[in-house]
């Protein structure tokens, strides 16, 4: 859902435990607390991205006048989930001013991940609108119009979708987005990072297992599948899969049907398909890591996400949204001035919009209710050429301390260079024409070789001469079958 905690406030342990089991399952960072006094002490020790409280029949009933109270110090709107085999507690009509919403006993995974969708939308500031737009990946230019039209045409109907583009692009937005506006929106968004999890641990989890199927199977335990039954099951970094579990995925994909691990009965399921990576898959398909068949079953409707430097123009919308989310969970707010923007619409952000949210966390952290300059960046965005955005200042998220003054924005040396390289990419055109991804490879394979010359054959020195993260630069080196 969002980079956000949900607080389990529950006396009784095995009740908190089943609900932080399924709140990881939805890839949530549940955190438990006995009573208010722990409630207080984690208040206090913690910022308040929190996305909910979940608070037991229980607790409510000893001490609910003083935890509204208490949840009334917290960033408003804070959602308040409560927990119990009847309907909503009679103090909930006497504190309006927080969101009250009912979680039956026992606890079902798709109606808390229903109410979890309409905590996530009060927190956006639209109780009204259970499911509209919460997820829309924001942007304006050229390319997103596209990318826009091809969820819009696509959500629809159950075809399978595969995103594909750079880290930090905003993949997971535009699935979450297809999935909303989707019949499926009222069932669960289950999403699975494939490199995030260990191979031989990779079946369990999709699958889920039986007591006693292998050593540690203590409990029967259901999989990410039947938890997205009748909605919608996100497969992230689907390259980094094992051919052994593609092989598994894609009988799934055929034949609709999976055995849990250590059980021979089938199991039937209804769940749509979307998946994204940021590697090259007819790539890994040559190279033998990648199974040509279900690449054909995934990619039936593909949809790239640019990267952020194709779409700078998109880049003070995006500020305006990602700090009013900032805000929206913290409580504290920045602006950028026009000096402040047109130092980051000048850089080339190879983190995406994920480098850009992580900036914005940053300032919000160091400067609160500050209107940002270029000398209050760090360093590495300070470098910009005339051109820049015109606009003026923009509301963001917050910061506490000044970063040391700075020179103001200057053209980096690496700018020039890049652009000469173009100018004489365009001088050299020939009249028949060229490839131009075999081209701009054998630019690129040419300033690796020369950045590695000049680092003394160090990976991480050539990084810093490209403006590169290391672990970027040796992926490169893997795709081009290049040795430092």
């Given at each position: 859902m ?12 095995s009740?908190?435990?089943?609900l932080?089991?399924?709140?990881r399952f ?33 607790t409510?009933?000893?001490q ?7 949840l ?22 006497t ?7 009912h979680?039956?006993?026992p ?12 905590a996530?939308?009060?927190r ?17 230019s ?16 159950d ?11 905003g993949?997971?937005?535009v699935?979450r987005?297809i999935?909303?506006l ?10 699975v990072?494939c490199?995030?999890?260990p ?7 999709l ?12 409990s ?7 938890f997205?039954?009748g ?6 970094e ?12 894609l ?6 049907s ?5 059980s021979?009965?089938t ?9 994204a ?18 690449f ?6 593909p ?10 123009e998109d ?5 305006e949204h ?18 402040a923007?047109n ?8 983190g ?14 160091l ?13 590495r ?11 003026s200042?923009?509301?963001?998220a ?9 020179e103001s ?44 010359e000049?680092a ?5 020195g ?6 590169i ?12 079958r290049?040795?430092?």
């Open positions: 969002v980079d956000a905690k949900v607080i389990v406030m529950d006396p009784s342990d009740q908190a435990r089943t932080v089991t399924v709140l939805l890839d949530l960072e549940p955190v438990h607390v006995h009573d208010l006094k722990e409630l207080r002490e984690y208040q206090r020790s913690s910022a308040h991205d929190w996305l909910a409280v979940i608070v037991a029949q229980e409510v009933a000893t609910g006048a003083e935890l509204v109270e208490q009334r110090s917290i960033a408003q709107p804070l959602p308040v989930i409560y927990l119990s085999s009847d309907g909503l507690p009679k103090i909930a009509e504190s309006g001013d927080l969101a009250w919403f979680l039956e006993l606890v079902k995974q798709r109606r808390l991940s229903a109410v979890l969708d309409q996530q939308n009060v956006n500031g639209h109780p009204t609108q259970p499911g509209a737009h919460r997820f829309r990946p924001s942007g304006t050229r390319a997103m119009r596209a990318v826009h039209r091809l969820i819009e045409q696509v959500a629809p109907f075809t399978s979708v595969l995103i594909l583009g750079e880290s930090g692009t993949k997971e937005m699935a987005h999935h909303e989707s019949g499926r929106a009222g069932h669960p968004f289950v999403p990072n490199g995030a999890i191979a031989d641990l990779l079946e369990s989890e699958f889920g297992h039986e007591k006693g199927a292998f050593t540690g199977a203590l029967t335990r259901l999989g990410r599948f039947e997205a039954e909605g919608t099951l996100f497969l992230d689907i390259g980094d899969m094992s051919l052994q579990m593609q092989v598994k995925l009988r799934v994909l055929q034949e609709r999976f055995e849990r691990v250590g021979n009965r199991i039937r399921c209804n769940v749509r398909i979307i998946a990576t940021h590697r090259d898959l007819e790539e890994a398909i040559g190279a033998g890591r990648f199974r040509e068949d279900l054909y079953r995934l990619n039936v409707f949809v790239q996400m640019p990267p952020l430097r194709e779409r700078l880049l003070p919308v995006l500020i990602l700090a009013q989310r900032q805000g929206q969970i913290s409580g504290r707010h920045i602006r950028l001035d026009k000096e923007m130092c980051l619409v000048r850089n080339r952000w190879p995406n919009v994920r480098e850009l949210s992580n900036l914005l966390e940053r300032l919000a952290i400067f609160p209710e500050h209107t940002i300059t270029p000398a209050d960046l760090p360093e965005y300070r470098s910009v050429g005339s051109a820049g955005w015109a606009g200042a923009v509301l963001v917050p910061p506490t301390e000044s970063i040391p003054d700075a924005c200057t053209t980096t040396h690496a700018t020039e260079e890049f652009d000469q390289l173009l100018d004489d990419a365009e001088a050299s055109l020939p009249r028949g024409g060229i490839d131009l991804k075999d081209h701009m490879s054998a630019i690129e394979i040419g300033l690796i070789r020369k950045a590695l000049e003394d054959g160090t990976v991480a050539a990084a810093r001469l490209l403006n993260r290391r672990t970027t630069l040796v992926e490169k080196l893997r795709k081009y290049l040795s430092a």
